[in-house]
């Protein structure tokens, strides 16, 4: 009996000792994943790009003014020339006018010498529009941007917003991105999407990368077994990297938390990406 009495008080403080360190020092930290991606058809003024994927910050869970300004730190100090954000600013926590004046004011110290863009994430609703008009962010949702050099060549960066509480079709958000490129062939092109599993809703093979988010690469990561909370809408492809017919579709870990305030073997962090041939 006392040996058994010494076998669950282990256990049992193993899965506190656990629980602390994914609740305090999990979610704290931001690390950069850095990767080449190398296409043979890009134009010698867009190589060596430099793009930043954030994703998922869930500003006021286990993400606040001091982790936001680390970020924005850390975003800085790579010297990027485009910065994407694929949804998920906010969460379903309530924050006052003065908290959107906080995080539109750290947010606008971000250098992105091309530009900042953004798409709506299914949690970006009350104050997103005033914190992304006031900070230099401009939403792309459902929309493109074209990303010139100093000759005629371009980048296509395109967005579509969450498709969890948005029931506008897939179809509809990309009718316009679609019929630009009926007519027209950028260099390269590039797809924000909030919930990877959509991916397979339509013709992808449009795109030569895909940048997502949502899944937080299932938070709480175990050995052989991988990420093991899986949302809806990031059920199916849950991990950082994937090659989907003609496409690469990466999906970024995130900044945040999202409805457990805990991280597990998989710390927040942003991609830089280094477009190169």
């Known amino acids: 009996m006392k040996r058994i009495i010494e076998f669950f008080t ?16 999990g979610v704290s930290g931001i690390k ?17 790009l430099k793009i930043v994927h954030i994703t998922d910050i869930h500003y006021g869970r286990t993400t606040h003014e001091k982790e936001l300004k680390e970020l924005v730190k850390k975003i800085n100090q790579t010297k990027p020339d485009i910065v994407v954000l694929t949804g998920d600013l906010l969460t379903n926590i309530k924050l006052d006018s ?20 953004t798409i709506k994430g299914d949690n970006d609703i009350d104050g997103f529009d005033e914190i992304i008009n006031n900070s230099g962010f401009k939403d ?27 029931k506008t079709s897939i179809d509809e958000k990309l009718k316009t991105t679609n019929e630009f490129l009926q007519n027209n062939k950028p260099n390269y ?7 990877p599993d959509f991916i397979d809703k339509f013709n992808h093979n449009s795109f030569n990368l895909i940048l997502a ?5 299932g938070q709480v990561r175990l050995p052989i077994i991988g990420g093991i909370i899986k949302n809806e809408g990031a059920k199916k492809y849950i991990d950082s990297t994937y090659t989907v017919d003609k496409s690469k579709m990466i999906i970024s870990n995130g900044i945040g938390t999202y409805k457990y ?5 998989n710390r927040p962090s942003f991609n830089l990406y280094r477009i190169i041939k």
Not at 32 to 48: M, R, T
Not at 98 to 117: M, N, Q, V
């Open 10 to 25: 282990i256990i049992l403080f193993i899965i506190i000792v656990v629980l602390l360190y994914s609740r305090y020092i």
């Open 32 to 48: 950069v994943n850095e990767q080449s991606i190398k296409y043979n058809n890009l134009s010698d003024d867009f190589y060596g």
């Open 98 to 117: 003065k908290e959107y004046e906080k995080i539109s004011s750290i947010l606008s110290e971000i250098d992105a010498s091309i530009g900042k863009f």
């Open 140 to 166: 792309i949702s459902n929309s493109y941007e074209l990303i010139y050099t100093k000759d005629t060549d371009y980048i296509l960066l395109a967005g579509m917003s969450s498709n969890i509480k948005d």
């Open 189 to 195: 092109s590039i797809l924000l999407m909030h919930e």
């Open 213 to 217: 988010g949502h899944s937080l690469n």
């Open 261 to 265: 305030s805990f991280r597990l073997n």
